[in-house]
Structures are given as C-alpha cells and as structure tokens.
C-alpha cells in the first residue's frame, strides 16, 4: 500500500513514537559499566511509578509470555493447585502453560464477554478453604486484568476484596499486559502479589521486555517454591539489580527505549495517560453502536480502554474486513482469536495515540466495513467525533 | 500536546516518511570519494524522471528560494525585462527578488483565486513583440505552476502554447516547489526553460535542497547572462557533476533521504503517485463543500492537487482555527499569506499520505472548525469518505 | 569522556554496525501480519548458514543465558546426568543453571586455559559405558565452544570423534555465544546436537536474541525430555514458524537488525569474515607478546579469534588497567571474571572490526598499560602492525 | 570494505557523532509553528558563543561556499577593491568567486606554506591608504584563519592589529570554515566584521548549514553595499530570526542536529574542545616526524589544530597512498588540492574525535606509507602516542 504510512491499529504492538525508535538505535554499551548502571538504576526506580507499587520490578529479556512463566516459576511448586479464571484466548494460553509447567490447574469458565467475576471467586475460594485438608488450598489465583482477546476488563480490586472477604491466603496473579500504563492498575493499593507486563502496549516500546512487580508476599513464596527456575529466577536479579547490574546480559537498546517512553509518559502524567485512553475508548464505543454493530464486552463497568472488540453479525467474517482493511488503507486490526475467530475484529486504541490518528481509525474501519459488505448505519464516525469533540 | 505524534498538514515541510529519516542518518561521506560520486551519479539520472526532462536537474544545498534565485541570475542580465504572473504569495514574493537581484518587472496581476492566464499572458506578449525596438523584449516569463499560498494551479501546457502560437523567444520560468513529485509537471514536453523545484513538498525530505531543471535554450542563455553568479552558476556544477562530484561540499546526508524517497516514488510509480494526489485532493475537496465552506480556487480546471485553501466566511478568523487545532489536535495547517491573511487556512494533503491520514486530518479540521465557532454542516468528513470509497 | 565515540572493546556486547542501529528504529509491524512472516520467514532461511545447518534454528526474544536454558529443557528430565566441561567462567554458569533446574551435573575439571580435552571426555564416557546398568548414561555433554571469559577455543570437531569413537549416546550441547558469525562452526558437520547462540557478539547486534540451532536427534530427545517447559518449547514454536509466525510476540525490530546484520555478513561472506576475525586475534596476540605480557589461552591449538584474555603479572591489577583505560580514552575492555577476576583484561576484537579500530584499540591498551604502572616493552603496538601488514 | 566502518579522516566533512545522526532524524516540523520558533531563538543565541560574538549569526541553507558569498554581497558593491591574501586553495577560489561577483580582487601572493602575513598587509594597506584618491581604498581584507588545503593557520589578532595599526578602514572578512569550534575564534575580541563557518567540520554535523557572523560595522556596510541579493541578503533574515522565523524555509532537520551539536560542544566546553584539538594535532605532528616526512606548515606558530597536510618525498604520489588507504583500510584522507595534487594528503584530527581514533588513524596511514613504498622511519605513532600520554 504505497504512498503512506502503515496504521497499526492492533492491541499491541502499538505504534512506537519516533522519539523511542531513534532512542533504540543509540550504540549498545558495556553491560557491566557504571554507565549501565546508572542507566539501570533510574530505569528500575521510574518503573515502580507504572506499576504503582514501591517494591522491586524485575526487567526481563523476554516476551510478555515469559514474564507470565516467570510469576509461575517463582512462586509454585510441582503439583500446587491454581485458579484461573477463563476470561479468554489469553487466559487460556496462561492457563495452558501452567500445566505445562506441573501445576494443576482449575479453569473458572466464563464466556469471554465478561471479566473475570469477584463473586464466583469468592464462592470457589470458600468452597476450597471448606475442602479443608483433603486437598491443599488454591496457591494462587490468576487474573487477566484486561483481556486482549476480548476487550474485557477484570475488576482487580474487586477480586483482592473478594479473597480478603474470604480470607483465603492464595497468591494474586494479574496480566496486565494489554491494561500496563493505558489503564489504572495499582499494584500495591489493591494487593497484587505479581504483576506481568511486557513492553510493547501502553509502554509504546517494541516486544521484547518482561516484567513482573512482585510484593513482600511473592518474595517470601519465591524462597519455598520448587519448580525448577534459572533464567526467571527473581533472586540473581534483585541481587545484581541492587546496583544497577543484571545476572545476564541485559536488552539494553530496549532499556533506551524504555527510558524514553518513561519520560512520554511522565511528560503527559499518568492519570492524563489514562484518561485519554478512557476518552478514546469512549468514542471507539460510540463508532460501533453509530454503525449499529455491537461491542464484544457485555458489562459497560468491564468495557477495556486500550482496545474495543466489535462483534459482526452472522454470516459476515471479520477478517474479510481486516482484510480490506489491511490493502486498501495499510491499517493492521486485530483478528479475532481462538473461538472469536472470524467473528470479532479489534480495534487497539492504545499507546501512542491521539484524537486525530483515532478518528483516521475509525474513518479506516467505517469504510473497510462497507467494502465488505458488513451492513452497517454510517454514523459511527460522526458520533465518535461528537464523543470527543464533547470531553 | 502529549498522547500521539504531530500531524504536519501545512502544504510544506511535508510529513517525511521514516525511511527518509532513517536515510538522513547514515554517517557522512567522503564527498570526493568514489562511494560518493556513485551516490551523485545514480541520483542525478534518477531525478531527470521526477522532472520529466532529459536535461540535467541541478542540485543546490539551498531552500526552494535559492533554486529561485538560481534560476534568475544564470539566464538574465542587469536590467532584463520579465514578466511575472500575479497568483499569490509566492508569485509575488519571486517577483519581488526578480527586482532586488536588478530585473524589470512586469506583473501582470491576478485575483489569487486563478492561475496564471494563458490568454492574458499571450495578449502582453504580442503587444511586447509589437512594440517593436523600443525595448528590448520580455527575456523570460515566470509562472508559479502551483500557488502554495493558493492551492491553484496554473495551466503551464497552455502558458507554453501562448508563447509559441505568438512567436515570443522568452524564457519560460516555472515554480514547481509544490507540485514537484505531486503534480504531473513535464520540464521537455511542456517546454519549460527552467523548472524550479525543492526537497520538502512531494519530495517528502525535510527542506534543504533546492533544485533547476534546464533546458537546451537556458543552458545557452546562460551563456550570455551576465548577473553576478558564482554560487548558483550552473557551469562549474554541471561539469563536476559529470563525474558525480560538486564544486563545493555538497549536502551528502540530504542525498541519502532523497535516494530513498525516489525509491518511494519508483515504487508506487508516479503516475500512481499524481492519482493518489488527485484523489485526496477531490476528497478534500467535497468535505470542504460539505461543511458549507468555499474553496480559494475559483475555477475547477486549476485545482491543485496538493493543497486546498479554505475562505472562511466574514468575520471568522483562520488563524485562529488554526491555532485550535494545534492546540488541541497538536495538527499544524497552513495559515493565510499575504493579502490572504486571516481568512484562508490550507490543507496540505501531499506527499507521504495515505487515506487513513487524510480522513483524520479532515476529521480534525471539522472538530477545530466547530470548535472556533465557525458555523458549517457537520458532513464534510462523510462526503469525504463517499468520495474515497467511491474512487 | 567527551570529544570522541566509546570504545566497546569486550567481548561483547560489541560495537553494532551503523546500519544495523537503523533498522533497529524502523517501525514496529502486526506480527501476526503477511509482512511479518515474509520477514521471519526470510530470517529463519538465512540464519541456517550462520550455524551451517539444514535443519531448524529457533529463535527466542531472551539472551544468551535463554538459549543455554532451551537448550537444556528441551532435550532432558529431571535427575538426568550430564557431563559439563570445566573451561571458564561461563562453562561454570552453564554447569549452575543444570544444576538449578534439576540435573546432575558432573564437571570435568579444567584450569581455565585449555578448551574441553576431547580426550578427557572420551575417557569420562568410557567409564560411563563400562559403569552399565548401575547409573543411566550421561544424557548430554555440555561444551563451550569459545569460553568467553578466557579466550579459549574448545575443539568441538574432536569432541565431536571422541564421542563417536567410544560410541556413546549423549547430545553434545555447544555453547557459540562468542565464537558464531565470528569463528567457524559446523553444526551439521560436526554432530552438534543443540548449538546455543546469541545476538550480540558476532552477530553484531544488540541482545536480545536468543538462538538454538536443533538436530534431528535433539528434536527426537525432546519427544521425551520432560523437564518443564513452556516458554523454551520448541514444539509450538517450530509449528508457527513453518508460516512465519511465532506463538508469542517476536521481538519485531531485533529481527528487522537480525536482517540488516545477516546482510552484512552475506555482503563480507563467512570465510572472510572467519578470516578476518583470525587476523585480527593474531595480531593481537602479537601485542601481546610485544608487550612482553602473557596470554591466558595457553595452548595455540585453542587460541580463540574473537577475544584475547591477557593475563597480568603480579601483583597488578587489571581492573585498575579497565578502569584508567575506560577513564582516559571512553573504552571497555572484557574485566576478568570468576577465578580471573583482578588477573586479566579481555579485548573483544570479534563483530563489526576492522584493522584500524583494532590498531586503536591497542594503542589504547599499550597506554592503559603504561598509565596503570603495568611493566610493559613498547613494542605491542608495532608488532600487531607488522603482523597485519604481513597478512 | 568489509568488516568495519569507514573513517572519515578527511578535514570535513567530519565523522557525525551518533547523537548528531539520530538528531537528524526526528519528524520535521512546521517552520512557521511555536515550536520552531523557540527551536531558532535558542539556537541563535547559542550560536553566539561559538563564534565568540555578541552579535548576531545569520544561518544559510547552503554549504560554507555559500556563506562566503553572503560574505561579499551583503557588503560590498559593484567594482569594489578587495585585498584577499593567497594561503592556499580555498583562499584561490574565494578569491575567484569575489571577482565573478565582480569585484575587483588583490590577490597578496603566499607560498601555500604560510598563513597570510600580517606585516604584508600592513605594508599594502599603508600603499594603499597612501595611494590617495586616485583609486577608492580597499573595501575588505579577505583572510581565511585556517586553510583547509595547506594545515595553515593565519594569525587573525595579528591581522586585526595590522589594520588597526595603519588605520585601514576595510572590513575584515574572515573563513573559519575549518576552524570554527574546533580552533579559538574571536570574532568579536579580534574585530573580526563578517565570520564565515559552516556545519561540517568542528560543528560535526552534516554539509547544508552556512554560517555568518557579523559586525556593527559589517551590518553599517550592507546598508550602502549594492552588489545584488535577494537569498543571501541578511536583512530578512535578522527581521524574521527576531521572532524565531525565517524569511524561506529553513533546513530544520539539519538544525535539529546543530541542537545536539552545541550540546555535545557544552558537554565539553569550548576551552577543552580547543585543547583537545591542539593535542591530536601535536600527537600527528610528532607522527609526521617520527616517519620522517615533512609538514607542509612551514612556521610552528601557524600550526593548524584541525588538520595536517603532510608533504611526500618526490617522486611518491600522495594520491596513491590514499587510495591505498581507501581499498585496505577503509579510511578516507584528503587528497591535494590545486598546485598540491599528488604532493601532499591531509590528515583531518577534527570534530568528534579522541585518542583511540586519533591512534588508530595514524596506524593506518603508517600502514599505508609502508604499503605504498614511501620509504618512512616506523616510529610515527610510537611518537604520537608518547606525545599523547604526555600531555
């Protein structure tokens, strides 16, 4: 699709800013330099800020999904007993790879057009602290805070209430991979005991950076927990962390990045960063009902700020729009993932972002829907920009 | 204005793709080397296409402003007679340094709503001839071929036309800062002299280069044209040029983003490339229609395809439209210049743009216009999506 | 240190090539797009020749220590026995990790300036033969092919015969993280069974890339390795990468440098760059021996050609030499590590390197040298630069 | 030349610091938008010290040859007398393009060995002034401070002093192309009336920036002065630069990478700037000794800090040994230039650059002699590097 630019519009990655990418190909230094360091220490400490938490944050060379297995490996043993909660595709990916991994794991159903529901939890955890001693209690609890696949929100702190009501001592496990500095999370206010993030959503950053934040609690559960762990393994890092070195070497090219998206984020401040993200979900929201289509997420308090999921009517395909989408307007959506397929597509509106490259968006998908056929009213973008236009 | 990137929708500097950017980022090299003259060679035919000429292009490190200047001073002589084309900001502004350089001025003047008029300029060219030796006659005829301060375009073939039908030996002279690369414009076939182009409208590179196509009959004027000349002279940079080198250090690092935005250019094909030009320009076009708003250019044969200058209706301020959608759409547009101050804004929808683009760009103008309180009808964007989808 | 550009003299990260550093910042894409999988597709061809081998190379957004880990994971179980090859610091972080995730690890003794004896494995294996049904069979012998900390070349062709002659059955797992795309290294031809590789040292990229080129028989051991695995697995992996996608987020824009950098090893071509590399690392040595110092690696059959590790005389300290030499001319020399530390400075002389950065960076060194109170002759510099005149 | 970078040795353009290169990068921007603005101001204002002035700093879109015209056309006028002083090749062609300006040139003869003299000038300004009003005195002095193609520095105060001294009214026109921030330049404290600099040297940025300096009594000139100009007219420009503008659209990527530049040249401070050069420059001298080649600069007190041309025994063609230096080393120097082609090549220690670079540099070219034949001693670089450690 020549003459422009490719609009990423999918749930992450997210368009980095030019400022990032140029910061990426600043010349890699010695690792074990006081440089490095130096550059390490004041990344470690802004990171806590994201997190909203004042403990440590470990930084790993990986995939988000390696951050996931890192929160598994350093706080379970063979065998233990887990609970996720089936809010969608990526929930079950992590509920797949904790199995893989010897834990066993019960899958709370759900319907992938909720979050992630207190109330069930806290039914189940009584249930299993009634079980008494037949069985250990549940380890920890597993919770995708925003559902990437659907577009569905959990409410977090909801469910930390849910187990203190309960009084059940399992860990809390939260994804916020697709919710990390796009949406509120607050990682020590509402009890998390390992927050998972990745770089390339709010962060703005290209993948290739883990994350987890851990509490007091997950430490103190790192230092009995038995699945075997080397790369992941949370104790060489704070130790080489405390001054500013890591136990392998670091991505450092990433770490320039990561600085300067930092310093965006600081610039417009995180509640500025979340609100904006809430206005532009607000407005995606409006374009879907303005074109009489309907939102995958089913409860408005659950509704995600850093992608919208738009459910098509039956026969259509989803993909034929992304499709279209893709070669008439170079415009990349998300496609519909495990039983979502070829029924949903999603909008990311996350990231690097602003009112002009949403309302392109949308203007993108009002016209990809119409190529393909996809009945639709033409208002959605007219209401999405009355939707911004009135916040 | 935090959030998202800047949206530069000024009809010049242009948005520049970021494989330019990265282009302009390679380490400087040896400009008398052979890696060099490699460079200079491939980008000097390479160019020839770009003009439509067979001739040589020369290539200043200069703005467009400079390649004015050096098309003046290599061809006339203190005291030379030329008559310029009253069509805007720029044609005046030319005019103004064709008399500070020592040239007799005609202006043969014009409304800023049409381009320059191929009858009126045939008219002053037979009474010129007509009178005879009482003065020497017009040594050259300068024409803007797309008014930046305007979005209009003038009809250059037809210009061309006038002067052979009435037999008038003057130089043909022709601006095309902003249709260079954007516009269809044929330095041989139009039988242009001097074509004077620069680097940041369709070149899409930041601005730093200036450029003159000659043509057989400039290149023998300059033989005999005797105003001061020394770094535009044209002689001594065509003879380096013939071995890939310059007579003075030229601007390498701009050479690399040039060799990669003729790439671009070569990939889509520039017929491809004029299209998209006039298709984003007819869809402007109907959104600016659409809101009730008039369009500067008064006759539709001389649209530009780059550009559109919106009239805002007495007694609304353009520029302060303009400074609201920077503000809150950090989106720069183009203000009005000269006698247009005030009352026209212009829509810069060439070079690196795509749909995707262009509708947010509308998208912006139509929130910024309501938000200044500039009364119009709320459907300007969807005609401009009806015009896109059905082209 | 300001006035110049740093020094990355280690043995990695090294210097990263220009280019490379731009490719780095070009724009993140849908990684489940076309695009992408034409991209990784492409990749996953042409780095087989880097590791000479037909069979499939993965790879992980992870370091180095990833692939160390992959490769362990995937091919045992747990209690499994292995053989580890005392040759450095690395070989020792190796035999750890093995031991961390739950294998037994038997460590070959080495004084740290031989490569792994292929006829003390021999030796070792044939024991193990002959000890029958008492204990299982060493699953796996784990070498470091060039040990990053000492300079030395372990002689894999030999470890390679040495297994076949006394015909035992373990995987022979090679660490390449310093010598690939620097030293020659034949996974096919040498029976290697898992090679572990990573981005930033011959491959001259930033880290961030983890690599494990697989044999048949390592994919057939891990149908049965039942160590925890996930993230490591090669199976999903292997099952997306035949299309061009990864099963999670790929870490975009190091490949977009992984490109970049295998171009530029295709442009130099292997045996050059082998070439070169040997080249360099004897003149080098030639320093050396010029200064009157000693070299850590003390048989020439091991001598490796990415990196010299010179051994100071007592009671100096080479940190003092890394130090004045990062202070007075902004370059970073290897420190030593583990057993070594205080004892020797390394000097990365592998990646993107040429004969006159060499020269420099020995004449940085011969002044550190000087500067640190180090008895040295001055003939270092000299001699490395008849050696590379001569050759 | 594989395997490495390049090293650009030559005296400009010089090797841009990465910071510099990535600077360049960065989207541009609206030339008529607040942002730019406060981008011109500070930069204008920062330029001032660079040129030691308190005055303003007119900046061209062009290279330094441009900058030399504006020199002489915003203060001089048709049939001037100027008084140029013949130190080499660039002083020749500044001295050619005064008179195809039309001006009437001078030319004191010079050796290309020395500096202009200063006692020479005395002694034609005293004739002249005594010559009465038979002719109009000299309008200007053209000296350039430090000539690019000999390595010789003219002693500007000194110069200052002469004029002073006789009581010449003519201005002082000053070429510090190659020794702007590289060499101490007063341009205020010496009376200089118009500086000439451009980007591409001591400033480490790419070819496109002119620079002009300008006194009280340079600006009282150009009210008076009548050779025509339009682009390089420094009125506009002052009345716009007020305000933070331009009067044509400035080369703003390239300004970006002049921000960083005067960073880096702050980082450092000027003062350390200059003594760094003066110490590669003695470091290179002594190499040139310790070959048993000889300088071209023939007086020690005219030593150049920015380059070196060093003089070949006949018959040896220095062209030969630079293109040996170009195919092995991958390392440009500066050819002859004019009557100095094959005599001489110049070796270019300016800009950003350091110990390392300087050394190896050197290594390179000692290499080089050797390879070419040229029969040398092989203690240069032993001695640069005792010179370096020294000082």
Redesign the interface.
């Known amino acids: 699709?020549?003459?422009?630019?490719?609009?990423?519009q999918?749930p992450?990655?997210?368009?980095?800013?030019?400022?990032v990418?140029?910061a990426?190909?600043?010349?890699?230094?010695?690792?074990?330099?006081p440089e490095f360091a130096a550059l390490a220490l004041d990344l470690l400490e802004r990171l806590k800020t994201v997190f909203a938490t004042r403990g440590p944050v470990i930084v790993y060379?990986?995939?988000?999904?390696?951050a996931?297995?890192a929160a598994l490996?350093n706080t379970l043993s063979?065998g233990d007993r887990v609970l996720a909660c089936e809010t969608g595709h990526f929930a079950t990916l992590w509920r797949?790879?904790a199995e893989?991994?010897?834990l066993r794991v019960e899958f709370l159903p759900g319907d992938w057009r909720h979050g992630a529901d207190p109330d069930a939890i806290a039914e189940r955890l009584t249930a299993d602290l009634a079980a008494g001693s037949s069985e250990p209690a549940f380890a920890a609890v597993m919770v995708v805070h925003n559902e990437t696949s659907t577009g569905v929100r959990s409410r977090v702190a909801e469910i930390r209430a849910a187990l203190d009501r309960v009084r059940h001592p399992a860990l809390l496990l939260v994804d916020t991979i697709s919710s990390l500095a796009s949406m509120d999370h607050r990682h020590d206010e509402w009890g998390v005991d390992v927050t998972v993030g990745?770089s390339?959503k709010g962060l703005m950053l290209?993948?290739?950076l883990g994350f987890n934040a851990v509490s007091e609690k997950a430490l103190e559960a790192a230092r009995s927990a038995r699945?075997?762990?080397?790369?992941w393994?949370w104790g060489p890092i704070l130790n080489a962390n405390r001054d500013g070195y890591f136990?392998?070497?670091?991505?450092?090219?990433?770490l320039y990045g990561l600085r300067e998206a930092l310093a965006?984020l600081e610039?417009?401040g995180l509640p500025?960063?979340f609100a904006?993200h809430d206005r532009h979900a607000e407005a995606t929201r409006r374009a879907v009902r303005g074109w009489g289509l309907e939102i995958l997420c089913a409860d408005p308090r659950e509704y995600s700020s850093s992608l919208t999921a738009v459910l098509l009517p039956e026969p259509h395909d989803a993909d034929k729009v992304r499709r279209i989408v893709?070669e008439?307007?170079?415009?990349?959506l998300g496609?519909g993932l495990g039983r979502l397929a070829g029924r949903v597509f999603r909008i990311g509106h996350l990231g690097?972002?602003?009112?002009?490259?949403?309302?392109?968006?949308l203007?993108?998908v009002?016209?990809g829907l119409?190529?393909a056929g996809v009945p639709i009213e033409?208002g959605g973008?007219?209401a999405a920009?009355a939707s911004?236009?009135a916040s």
Chains 1, 2, 3, 4 share one sequence.
């Not at 699709?1 to 990423?8: E, T, V």
């Not at 990426?24 to 330099?33: K, N, Q």
């Not at 699945?227 to 790369?231: G, N, Q």
């Open positions: 699709m020549p003459g422009g630019r490719h609009h990423l999918i992450g990655p997210t368009n980095v800013p030019d400022r990418l140029r990426l190909a600043a010349p890699t230094i010695d690792h074990r330099g060379p990986s995939s988000g999904t390696g996931w297995e490996v063979p797949d790879m893989k991994l010897g990745c390339q290209p993948p290739g699945l075997p762990r080397s790369y393994d136990p392998y070497t670091p991505p450092t090219n990433l965006l610039e417009e500025a960063v904006r893709l008439r307007f170079d415009m990349s496609t690097h972002f602003d009112d002009i490259s949403l309302a392109g968006t203007c993108g009002e016209m119409a190529a033409r973008v007219q920009l911004l236009e």
